[in-house]
């Protein structure tokens, strides 16, 4: 009888470690790690948790992504973006395991005219690009099967991200500014869990190695994300004040300790060719997310406050 997979999620109880449990658990037996059970700052905690664990897969979603707290504090960056990681994949290949590791499109300096593929020279252009590009490096360099997952521009159940922050923003203001020239893809939570299922092989089909980018398909800009965000919930009843978001630029927001990539857009060609599937376009994903019980609850209970 074939055994049942055994995959431990450290991260489980983020935005997308909370989608891939949901999405692995009919074909797993999911082992959920998140603090104080371990601290990626710390080998000890690592070594104290995984060491006498028996798995096949290791996925580490979890890392220290608060892009402006990276460069205040850079040794804490590296510590959990790229040594833990590192130490996690040197775990993973003595248990003759699987990892996969998330990291992100801030990688890259957003040069690029076009979307950014898997072999693109990386530039991070601030601590936790650099901290995440090391991190990758060090998981390949443990074992050339392991797998890096670069995603951008995170957002889905579980967790607020951007569109309820904008929308809650355009349901109390009549005026709204975001950034026109800062461009990437965005990335549903649940639909980047369902992409990974085929790359880990456990529907019999190959195992995926070395660096793929994943997102939902199609790239747009900050003011427009912003838009859509703001259209679908008011179509969908929430009560939005703003009826346009103005295009600024990245500079316009002096709040930004860290430079951000003008361009980070990921192009999808490698998995939709190792998978057959290719992720839908981000318009559609985000429909279903605003029109989601889960999303419009605060906006429903008001109106019947």
């Given at each position: 009888?074939?055994?049942?997979?055994?995959?431990?999620?450290?991260?489980?109880?983020?935005?997308?470690?909370?989608?891939?449990?949901?999405q692995?658990?009919?074909?797993?037996?999911?082992?959920?790690?998140a603090?104080?059970?371990?601290d990626?700052?710390?080998?000890?905690?690592i070594?104290?948790?995984?060491?006498?664990?028996?798995?096949?897969?290791?996925?580490?979603?979890?890392?220290?992504?608060?892009?402006?707290?990276c460069?205040?504090?850079?040794?804490?960056?590296?510590?959990?973006?790229?040594?833990?990681?590192?130490?996690?994949?040197?775990?993973?290949?003595?248990?003759?395991?699987h990892?996969?590791?998330?990291?992100?499109?801030?990688?890259?300096?957003g040069?690029?005219?076009?979307?950014?593929?898997?072999?693109?020279?990386?530039?991070?252009?601030?601590?936790y690009?650099?901290?995440?590009?090391m991190?990758?490096?060090?998981?390949?360099?443990?074992?050339?099967?392991?797998?890096?997952?670069?995603?951008?521009?995170?957002?889905?159940?579980?967790?607020?991200?951007?569109?309820?922050?904008?929308?809650?923003?355009?349901?109390?203001?009549?005026?709204?500014?975001?950034p026109?020239?800062?461009?990437?893809?965005?990335?549903?939570?649940?639909d980047?869990?369902a992409?990974?299922?085929?790359?880990?092989?456990?529907?019999?089909?190959?195992?995926a190695g070395?660096?793929?980018?994943?997102?939902?398909?199609?790239?747009?800009?900050?003011?427009?994300?912003?838009q859509?965000?703001?259209?679908?919930?008011?179509?969908?009843?929430?009560?939005?004040?703003?009826?346009?978001?103005?295009?600024?630029t990245?500079a316009?927001i002096p709040?930004?300790?860290?430079?951000?990539p003008?361009?980070s857009a990921?192009?999808v060609?490698?998995?939709?060719?190792?998978?057959g599937?290719?992720p839908?376009?981000?318009?559609?994903?985000?429909?279903?997310?605003?029109?989601?019980?889960?999303?419009?609850?605060?906006?429903?209970?008001?109106?019947?406050?």
């Open positions: 009888m074939k055994r049942t997979p055994r995959i431990v999620i450290v991260g489980v109880a983020g935005r997308l470690g909370q989608a891939l449990r949901q692995l658990s009919n074909d797993a037996e999911v082992i959920g790690l603090r104080p059970g371990i990626l700052a710390s080998p000890a905690s070594h104290a948790a995984l060491d006498s664990l028996d798995f096949d897969h290791l996925i580490l979603p979890a890392a220290m992504t608060a892009v402006d707290a460069e205040s504090d850079p040794a804490q960056a590296f510590a959990i973006n790229a040594e833990a990681p590192g130490l996690i994949a040197e775990i993973c290949a003595s248990k003759g395991a990892l996969t590791h998330f990291s992100t499109d801030f990688v890259f300096d040069e690029k005219s076009g979307s950014y593929q898997e072999n693109d020279p990386s530039h991070p252009l601030g601590v690009g650099a901290s995440k590009r991190g990758e490096e060090r998981v390949l360099a443990a074992s050339a099967d392991h797998l890096v997952v670069r995603i951008s521009w995170l957002y889905g159940p579980g967790k607020a991200a951007f569109p309820e922050w904008i929308v809650e923003k355009a349901c109390k203001e009549s005026t709204l500014a975001l026109g020239d800062k461009i990437g893809c965005p990335a549903l939570s649940t980047v869990a992409m990974l299922l085929p790359l880990l092989g456990l529907a019999g089909g190959p195992r070395g660096i793929f980018h994943l997102c939902n398909s199609g790239p747009t800009t900050w003011r427009d994300w912003g859509a965000c703001i259209d679908l919930a008011r179509e969908a009843g929430a009560p939005i004040r703003a009826e346009k978001i103005t295009a600024n990245l316009d709040a930004f300790v860290a430079k951000r003008p361009n990921l192009d060609s490698k998995y939709h060719s190792f998978t599937v290719l839908r376009a981000w318009q559609e994903a985000l429909r279903s997310h605003i029109v989601s019980d889960a999303f419009l609850f605060p906006y429903r209970a008001a109106a019947h406050g």
